[in-house]
């Protein structure tokens, strides 16, 4: 086996403490639960879990499905003011 070296990294000190005690619950500490992510990365070949931008939930995303049908759709009447839109709802 190759001999240890350090690693030194910054971190939100609350990042850390709510690590350390997550960790703690699973019998580990900070550097044994760092060493498996890493040999995980290894074995994996990259990032052991999926990263990904957010994406919306489904009433979200039907929602936008929906605004995109009605700004397409050309029987729906469109307002290009609030002025406009207040008469139409007779406001």
Do not use: C
């Amino acid at each position: 086996m190759a001999g240890t070296t350090n690693l030194n990294i910054r971190m939100d000190k609350d990042v850390k403490d709510q690590a350390e005690q997550i960790f703690s619950e699973l019998g580990m500490n900070m550097s044994t639960a760092i060493n498996v992510f890493l040999r995980t990365t290894i074995r994996e070949n990259g990032i052991p879990f999926e990263l990904k931008l957010d994406t919306p939930n489904s009433v979200t995303a039907a929602a936008i499905e929906e605004g995109r049908k009605i700004a397409s759709d050309k029987n729906v009447i469109g307002y290009t003011s609030i002025e406009d839109l207040k008469k139409a709802l007779d406001l």
